[in-house]
């Protein structure tokens, strides 16, 4: 095979594998890693003319080209911060494909599929919990857009489909190969056979509970603000944040009725944090201003996002995100703020935190280039955080679950609150650093699989859009228009039955992992008795 034919089929995979984030449907991903898999067969074919190394600079290639063309958007905030994503998110993916490679190379052919399949899951499963988190272009993430064919993630989320995707792949590789090796009637009717049970049969199993699947009524009354600050050219001083608040609840009053149960408002609607002193809440100006509102209605009470700061004894007693000014000790917070009937705060800081701006990867080792983050608002350097999702608890006993921006895209961290107790998820965001861009429609779709896997209503308050409401089974519900100032009010319906997947979360990343881990010690056996 030509070089050139080899760079074409890696540039083919990785435009295939852009299509499902760029707005066309999931089953584009069922054939996008089928070049790489022909090349993986002739490196295979070829190993004593090629070492397994030659596979790696292919796979590269294909999933650099993944990676720019659908989170390109990243590079509106800093140019530098997208290329380090692009090059080590690539990096990690090219080196699980060189392992199945390998494995490829020393296992039987089944086997050898079987590890990249362990392998690729295990990655994505690792990139959950490691301290780069960029679970963006997890494979089970491309249908969610196509909720209709996905309503069985309430059982598997969304590894379900990725290993769906894998599987996929592999079969039809196979088919392809069967055909083109003129094999027997026999095994190309086995090939087919299970190619076509493994596309249909998920598929008639989700259209029939897309169908079937009917709410529990328990109506709440939602208004959600869309307040439309520009984060690239808002103000931060005290004259700046009054008026955010006199727009937020121009925007809520338009809205609310006496049969509101909650107000939504968005990620950091105060931004500035030195106005938000966390031991007095009580006192704050803009949260007495926000009671006096919700007790002009008979049931609202406020959920809203503020960039806050928190003050410790001395260092000893701070945790290592804490920083100091030279007088006071204190950590900042990316913060959700409830407000109940009675004036009272509940408080809930977000824990998964963007790379970069919010955190400061490894710092326990690297603190001494704290300074050196990727640029996409707020505050820089490590921001302090709470070590697992709490609900917040409204006067009648419901339990909302609190999701701030980045978390709605960790689905076991967001079945964590509904293990806690959430009836609702309300997601707050601020998607105006993206600009006009797949990056905020990315960002929404991924709400629609937090839906489907706990089988909970959401609302979704977005700073410059979208705004919207999703049902349980992941449909987008009176979708605002991106850039605009409004809010909209609905009705979704509490729920407090578990999921399957709620349950045991990612068990199929966990099988995985531990697959991987035998296939990996196997190769290590066999290099060292081959020596």
Not at 340 to 356: E, I, M, T, W
Not at 510 to 529: A, G, M, Q, T, W
Request: hydrophobic fraction near 45%.
């Amino acid at each position: 095979m030509k070089r050139s034919y080899r760079l074409l089929l890696s540039v083919l995979s990785g435009i295939l594998l852009s299509l499902a984030w760029l707005g066309f449907p999931g089953w584009t991903l069922f054939v996008a890693f089928i070049p790489l898999l022909w090349l993986d067969r002739f490196f295979v074919l070829q190993k004593k003319n090629f070492r397994s190394v030659s596979f790696f600079g292919h796979a590269f290639l294909a999933v650099l080209i993944w990676n720019v063309l659908t989170t390109f958007w990243v590079a509106n905030a800093t140019l530098a911060g997208a290329l380090m994503a692009f090059i080590i998110n690539s990096a990690a993916m090219s080196v699980m494909w060189w392992l199945a490679h390998i494995a490829r190379r020393n296992f039987k052919a089944n086997l050898g599929y079987v590890a990249l399949a362990a392998f690729w899951i295990s990655f994505e499963y690792i990139h959950y919990h490691w301290d780069i988190e960029w679970p963006w272009l997890h494979l089970g993430n491309g249908f969610a857009n196509n909720v209709q064919l996905i309503q069985w993630y309430e059982y598997t989320g969304v590894f379900g489909g990725t290993l769906w995707v894998l599987v996929m792949n592999i079969l039809l590789f196979k088919t392809i190969l069967s055909i083109k090796e003129n094999s027997t009637v026999k095994n190309k009717f086995y090939i087919v056979s299970a190619s076509v049970f493994v596309l249909v049969a998920p598929i008639i199993i989700s259209l029939i509970t897309y169908s079937s699947y009917v709410e529990k009524e328990n109506p709440k009354e939602v208004v959600v603000v869309q307040p439309n600050i520009d984060p690239y050219s808002e103000s931060y001083d005290f004259s700046a944040e009054l008026l955010k608040m006199k727009k937020f609840l121009q925007l809520a009053k338009q809205k609310t009725t006496n049969t509101t149960d909650f107000i939504v408002g968005p990620e950091t609607v105060f931004e500035n944090p030195g106005y938000w002193n966390e031991a007095n809440l009580q006192s704050n100006r803009f949260i007495q201003k926000f009671s006096a509102f919700s007790k002009n209605y008979n049931n609202a009470e406020m959920v809203f996002g503020v960039s806050s700061y928190k003050i410790y004894p001395d260092k000893n007693s701070a945790p290592i995100t804490a920083r100091s000014n030279g007088k006071i000790v204190y950590d900042r917070f990316n913060t959700a703020i409830f407000l109940d009937r009675n004036g009272a705060c509940q408080v809930y800081h977000k824990s998964k935190l963007v790379v970069g701006v919010e955190k400061m990867p490894f710092m326990k080792y690297l603190g001494f280039i704290n300074d050196i983050v990727i640029n996409i608002g707020g505050t820089t350097g490590s921001l302090g955080h709470q070590s697992e999702p709490s609900n917040f608890i409204s006067k009648d006993g419901t339990q909302v679950a609190p999701v701030i921006c980045y978390e709605s895209v960790f689905g076991e961290y967001v079945a964590g609150y509904v293990r806690k107790g959430a009836e609702l998820i309300f997601i707050i965001t601020n998607d105006g650093w993206w600009k006009n861009t797949p990056g905020y429609k990315q960002h929404l779709s991924y709400a629609r699989l937090r839906a489907i896997e706990t089988r909970r209503s959401i609302a979704r308050a977005a700073n410059t859009g979208i705004s919207c409401f999703i049902n349980q089974r992941g449909d987008v519900l009176q979708p605002t228009n991106w850039w605009v100032e409004t809010a909209i009010n609905g009705t979704i319906n509490a729920n407090n039955t578990i999921t399957f997947y709620v349950m045991y979360g990612n068990y199929i990343a966990r099988i995985s992992l531990f697959i991987s881990i035998l296939l990996l010690l196997n190769l290590v056996v066999k290099r060292v008795i081959k020596r």
